[in-house]
């Protein structure tokens, strides 16, 4: 594995998982992602990913109840890790960090 | 919500290929997003579920097949598996023998094709910029009819096409100048008559022929020859040529600077010595205005590979092909020369597939016969499945998975198809120098050769498992529980309507072949015996010199002193193969806008007597000299006709600018092969020295004893040449070659053909009535007679037999009717051939199942109801 680097879509998949606690599974979190972040994405691809970040430990999940809407199948439900938080808020932070080291000037949008 | 559901087919293919633990929650998705749109709209909702299934095939999302607890191939697994294998292939040696040989007989014939088409694809493929060398062909047009040469005008200049690198004009011929004669450097030898060309340098730039000895860039001197290794050995002695001088044609000394590679058999250009245009020109006698207006073989190498048509329309700008030749209805064609050898037939200015049809045909018939003999081997084997039944079980019982056992079986399978495979390689390499004289080719590749060995392994792998797999299902499917009882029903052999099929299928493609060969028969048969009009057997074409011509009474008087010398004529057109026409023929009251065209020969005034022309009207012409001023013209009944003269005799005609007399009719005659149409003829006298061979007729059955005598008389007027000569009917062979070859090669696959099936059908019936044993016995207990059991007996096959002349006749018929419309004159249907071949095939299989049938009658039946 590519070391605990998080991808831009992999960020976002896991920031919805976070936002969509308790209840984030493919379905939701391909609609969030359009909803909130206008990403519209084929489920095969969200489940790629949910797959992915719960095989790099980022994630974990269990079935929920069997329910209607999927034909009496269950959802798998992912929740966050204590790893996947700690991902998160270091690409938080490493963000921030770096944003506050644009210098004033850079703001002026000139060339020297 | 519930009266919607996705569509079941991309659904089982997710079921099909999901890996288990992911399983619920795809489908729940591709489910859940299902419902959703399909509120709104069910169409959409189909695809995008359609489409969810296509995304999630994923390599993560797919279902891994897991290796399962136990080893299935261990080693002593294997060995066992082997050994059993070995054991079951001896104990039953007159089974394994028979499939054996049926599918080692069908895949040497497959092999034979194999190598054959490959050699057929591999002309001229050797050059090593073969994809960058185009052939050009010239279409000419006149009175609405294209006729097509491949051929160039040798002054073509191609500078101005930029993709050019290079062109060379060859000419090429069967005749003289072309061949000629040469003279070993032992003394008072006869003459070695070789095939040459003549050309410039570029030859051997353009083409990848390799020059093995002196200079690597020969022909720029007029006096120079280079000639192929094999020409070296035989014309001196220690091979030693470079820089010797060889008389050619016992006259001119040339000498030879290079000597080259002998040209490998899949060369569309064959030759064995190459001169400059210079000695060409000498010996025709026209200077270099003259040659340039000649057309040659013409090759063109480019600097990068394109395509033809681009090619072909740079040939027909201006440039290229000058007014001259477009004001002649003159237009250039460049074809791709690694396609020349398939492609190289053409009608009416179109390309025809030519040799590519028997290709594709033989390949189908190869392909044909490996299907035939692999439904032998799977019926065989699943039909004697019971005897492996107490075999299976046990393996079962004693903790066998299914697969393995299915393993076990297209092991079996394998293991023969390999033993068949190695045999039919070896009766290939043997029979191949047979096959070779059969074809009249060289192939000089083996099954080692090239890319050969990857095919023939991809081969086994197929045809085992093919083979195999079936019977293996089969086998592997029994039940040990009742198979160790003793519980044994006909259920267990496998599907009986799919054995019937494959009996169908098998039988179809017999007959199918069988038909049709019958049917290329007939038609070749027609051809070869139709009459043509003319005289064709017991003649000696002789190549003439100029010193024969001009002592042409004293060769006659020489040779007429053997009495089985019946006649000689000179023509310029040898009657079997008069190519071309003529349409600038006038005649009184002729219509001014018909146009028609007339095959007309030059020749001596013996010609209509040579080759046994009757004169039906008028009189013959007479043995005088040529009298310029009247010219007399014999004319054949259906030029008479298309006169529309009712007395033929004594009109003038026109033929060019001079005027002719008609001075007799001659019955109809063919002048070209029985593909083309029959033309009238009109024959004209011409000067010995405007002749192009010399005909000698003798009587049948002295054959040795005349072509001794012209020998004689031939050696009397040129005694430093040996002559050149030909058979008639060689010629009238050679003119027919491809068909006579697709004939002989037709009649020996139809007798594989029927070998194999007979085989099959063999095994299968001796097995049914085997099986059918106690049956007959308790039927005969119960007072059946013999004809009734005999009947039980062969009804099942005389329905399938049936069923398959249903299938195979429209095939065979289709085939065989586009195959005949090639021909002008054709045979009709022959029907009668599908009703022998039924009824051949029918009372085959009756004659098999009532011997072994009369066999098992014939037994009392209490010998074969006490053994239970």
Redesign the interface.
């Known amino acids: 594995m590519k070391g605990t680097n998080l991808g831009e879509l992999e960020e976002l998949v896991l920031l919805m998982v976070g936002v969509l606690y308790p209840q984030a599974?493919?379905?939701a979190v391909m609609d969030e992602l359009e909803a909130q972040v206008g990403r519209s994405l084929?489920?095969?691809?969200v489940?790629?990913v949910l797959?992915r970040l719960e095989e790099k430990g980022l994630l974990k999940s269990k079935?929920s109840e069997p329910?209607e809407?999927?034909?009496g199948?269950?959802?798998?439900i992912f929740l966050l890790t204590a790893s996947g938080k700690r991902a998160l808020e270091e690409a938080n932070e490493m963000r921030n960090q770096l944003y506050h080291q644009i210098p004033k000037v850079a703001w002026q949008f000139k060339m020297i | 919500m519930k009266w919607l559901k996705p569509p079941q087919w991309p659904n089982r293919f997710l079921q099909w290929y999901c890996h288990p633990d992911?399983l619920?929650?795809?489908?729940?998705?591709?489910?859940?997003?299902f419902?959703?749109t399909a509120k709104k709209n069910k169409w959409k909702a189909n695809l995008q579920f359609v489409?969810?299934v296509i995304?999630?095939f994923?390599w993560?999302?797919i279902r891994k097949i897991k290796s399962t607890q136990t080893h299935q191939l261990s080693i002593a697994m294997l060995k066992n598996v082997f050994l059993v294998a070995f054991r079951n292939f001896f104990r039953q040696p007159a089974h394994s023998l028979l499939n054996v040989i049926g599918l080692s007989v069908a895949f040497a014939c497959a092999f034979l094709i194999l190598l054959w088409v490959s050699f057929e694809f591999s002309f001229d493929k050797f050059h090593s910029s073969n994809n960058r060398l185009y052939s050009i062909v010239s279409h000419v047009e006149a009175d609405g009819m294209v006729q097509s040469y491949p051929l160039a005008s040798a002054s073509i200049n191609t500078s101005s096409v930029p993709e050019v690198e290079k062109a060379v004009s060859i000419s090429t011929g069967s005749r003289w100048p072309h061949i000629l004669c040469f003279k070993p450097e032992s003394i008072n030898s006869e003459c070695v008559y070789l095939e040459g060309v003549y050309t410039n340098q570029n030859l051997f730039s353009v083409f990848s022929f390799e020059i093995v000895e002196g200079d690597p860039h020969p022909l720029n001197r007029p006096d120079h020859l280079v000639i192929s290794q094999k020409m070296a050995k035989l014309l001196f002695k220690d091979g030693q040529a470079i820089g010797k001088t060889l008389k050619v044609d016992s006259r001119e000394e040339m000498m030879v600077v290079s000597i080259m590679k002998d040209i490998p058999s899949n060369s569309s250009l064959q030759f064995d010595f190459a001169m400059p245009f210079a000695f060409l020109q000498k010996e025709w006698g026209i200077n270099e205005q003259q040659l340039s207006g000649q057309f040659f073989n013409t090759y063109i190498k480019t600097t990068v590979p394109v395509s033809a048509e681009v090619l072909s329309a740079k040939l027909n700008d201006e440039r290229v092909l000058t007014k001259e030749l477009k004001e002649q209805n003159v237009r250039y064609q460049a074809l791709p020369l690694k396609d020349w050898r398939l492609k190289n037939h053409f009608e009416g200015g179109q390309q025809l597939s030519g040799r590519m049809e028997y290709v594709v045909l033989f390949t189908i018939v190869g392909s044909l016969l490996v299907l035939i003999a692999v439904i032998n081997f799977i019926n065989m084997t699943t039909a004697r499945a019971t005897t492996r039944a107490k075999e299976i079980g046990v393996r079962k019982v004693t903790g066998a998975f299914r697969s393995s056992i299915v393993l076990q079986f297209v092991g079996e399978s394998f293991l023969i198809v390999l033993v068949s495979v190695l045999l039919a390689a070896l009766i290939t390499q043997l029979t191949l120098p047979l096959f070779n004289s059969l074809l009249g080719e060289q192939i000089n590749l083996s099954l080692v050769s090239g890319f050969l060995p990857f095919i023939l392994l991809a081969f086994l792998l197929i045809i085992s498992v093919l083979a195999g797999l079936y019977p293996a299902f089969v086998l592997s499917s029994f039940q040990p529980a009742r198979v160790l009882k003793n519980q044994l029903s006909a259920r267990m052999t496998g599907s009986h309507r799919l054995r019937q099929s494959l009996l169908v299928v098998q039988l179809s493609v017999a007959i199918g072949i069988i038909i049709f060969s019958g049917v290329l028969y007939r038609q070749l048969s027609f051809i070869i015996e139709k009459n043509l009009g003319f005289d064709r057997s017991n003649m000696i074409r002789v190549e003439p010199t100029a010193k024969l011509f001009n002592n042409f009474g004293v060769f006659k008087n020489e040779l007429f002193k053997d009495p089985a010398i019946q006649s000689v004529a000179a023509s310029n057109t040898n009657p079997l193969q008069a190519v071309g026409g003529n349409t600038d023929v006038e005649w009184p009251g002729k219509p001014k806008d018909q146009r028609i065209v007339f095959k007309t020969i030059g020749c001596s005034y013996e010609f209509a007597e040579t080759f046994g022309l009757k004169i039906l009207e008028g009189r013959n012409f007479q043995p005088r000299p040529l009298d310029s001023l009247n010219n007399e013209v014999l004319i054949s009944e259906e030029a008479a006709k298309v006169m529309n003269l009712k007395q033929p005799v004594g009109q003038v005609i026109r033929m060019g600018s001079s005027p002719c007399v008609i001075i007799g009719v001659i019955p109809d005659f063919h002048t070209e092969s029985l593909h083309a149409l029959r033309l009238p003829v009109i024959l004209h006298r011409v000067n010995y020295m405007h002749t192009s061979a010399i005909y000698v007729k003798y009587r049948p059955g002295t054959t040795q004893s005349s072509l001794a005598a012209v020998s004689k008389a031939y050696k009397t007027i040129e005694p430093d040449y040996t002559m050149k000569y030909w058979f008639q009917d060689d010629t009238f062979n050679e003119i027919y070659k491809t068909e006579i070859i697709a004939s002989r090669l037709v009649l020996v696959f139809t007798l594989v053909t029927l070998v194999i099936s007979g085989l099959g059908i063999a095994g299968l019936a001796t097995y049914n009535v085997l099986r059918r044993r106690k049956e007959i016995g308790i039927r005969r207990v119960f007072g059946a007679s013999v004809s009734q059991v005999m009947y039980t007996l062969t009804h099942e096959f005389s329905g399938i037999l049936l069923v398959a002349m249903l299938i195979a006749a429209p095939f065979a018929w289709y085939g065989a009717e586009r195959w005949l419309t090639g021909f002008a004159y054709r045979i009709d249907m022959p029907w009668w051939i599908f009703v022998v071949t039924l009824l051949g095939i029918g009372s085959a299989i009756l004659l098999i199942i009532l011997i072994q049938g009369f066999k098992t009658v014939n037994v009392n039946p209490s010998k074969t109801l006490r053994n239970e």
Do not use: C, P
Request: net charge positive.
């Open positions: 599974y493919g379905v084929n489920i095969s691809a489940h790629a797959i079935m329910t809407e999927r034909g199948r269950r959802k798998r | 992911l619920e929650e795809i489908q729940g998705d591709a489910f859940e997003l419902y959703r489409w969810n995304r999630f994923r993560k999302n």
